[in-house]
């Protein structure tokens, strides 16, 4: 039995006809259904925009204008055009979702970015059943596979009692959404944890959707000088540079990203360690969440998609490239 096509690639995203919506749309239109609220699925212009309860209010910190944000909670079904539309834990982000499209008995899911693993704060990846399934790449190679996530945490703990014992602030590089409060969980136990204002303002609107954060404190670059020293500091890429941290006297820096699971971007010459901590699936994430859809179709976006797409190719599945613009500037 043939069906109309669910989904649809156009220039202003990821488009349902039968429903009128678009799923992270990358340019304006009047109603979009978000999956999480990195930058570049949740776009400023949109006249409505739908997402995870929880998104809801960060979206609204990070957006400004005038819009309507509709936010429901994970398997909540809703009926647009005919169309019954629900949404599911993809374990990226606090918060994020993946898509379910239902019409007629065909279904779709667009993921998002996603990862299989538990970080410890997000809601876990949920595999959803499906005709059709959108997946990402970001890591679509063998080489990047996750060390499990207790090790890693280790780690980074041993890493920061190191410095400690050398009376040295230990300074993070993580994206302020996600990787951020993950790292704030698994070195709680270590002292006083200290964030970039980017950091410390989107943790607040968190706290006021109900997650839990552990105790952490704003870094003012006059007064906590001398009060982070030893302690834990964490800010985002753009400020790893910064004046801020250059004036902290005896500071170790570290990474925070998946690429630093290839030595070649560990770029040691600015940092003195780097850890392969990501938001998105790797290599056998992929495989495995691609293959507990059962999906007879498969759109391979943002990231490794020819090498990804090419190997679920070659080993049974229906897969296409689809060219986004997801993925910009986040990891």
């Known amino acids: ?3 109309k096509p669910l989904i649809t690639f156009t220039k202003h995203g990821i488009y349902c006809p039968q429903g009128d919506f678009y799923i992270d749309p990358w340019h304006a239109v009047d109603r979009a259904v978000v999956t999480h609220a990195h930058a570049d699925h949740a776009r400023y212009g949109m006249k409505n925009y739908l997402c995870h309860e929880i998104s809801k209010p960060i979206i609204q910190s990070r957006i400004s204008g005038d819009f309507a944000v509709e936010g429901i909670s994970y398997g909540k079904t809703k009926t647009i055009n005919g169309v019954k539309l629900s949404l599911h834990p993809a374990g ?4 994020s979702a993946q898509v379910r499209l239902e ?6 899911v667009v993921s998002g970015d996603y990862k299989t693993g538990d970080d410890g704060i997000s809601t876990p990846f949920e595999p959803v059943t499906c005709h059709e399934f959108v997946t990402e790449s970001t890591f679509g ?3 990047y596979r996750w060390l499990p996530r207790k090790i890693v945490e280790e780690n980074m703990r041993n890493w920061v009692v190191k410095n ?7 300074v993070f590089t993580a994206y302020s959404l996600g990787k951020a409060q993950r790292l704030m969980v698994a070195l709680q136990s270590l002292g006083r944890i200290y964030v970039h204002s980017a950091i410390a303002k989107l943790n607040e609107v968190i706290l006021q959707s109900g997650v839990q954060l552990p105790e952490y404190s704003p870094f003012q670059l006059g007064s906590d000088r001398k009060n982070v020293q030893g302690q834990i500091v964490i800010v985002p890429p753009a400020a790893s540079d910064s004046e801020m941290i250059r004036k ?3 500071t170790a820096t570290a990474i925070c990203s998946g690429w630093m699971q290839v030595r070649g971007h560990r770029r040691w010459q600015s940092a003195d360690a780097g ?3 990501s938001d998105h699936a790797d290599w056998d994430g992929l495989i495995s969440a691609v293959k507990a859809t059962g999906a007879e179709k498969i759109h391979v976006t943002h990231g490794y998609t020819e090498p990804f797409a090419r190997y679920l190719n070659e080993n049974g599945f229906n897969a296409q490239v689809v060219k986004t613009r997801f993925g910009e500037g986040e990891e």
């Open 103 to 108: 019409y007629k008995g065909y279904v779709s």
């Open 141 to 143: 190679l063998p080489v």
């Open 92 to 95: 990226h982000i606090i918060g």
């Open 1 to 3: 039995m043939s069906h």
């Open 275 to 277: 850890f392969a901590i």
């Open 164 to 170: 400690q014992q050398q009376n040295k602030t230990s």
């Open 248 to 250: 902290v006297p005896k």
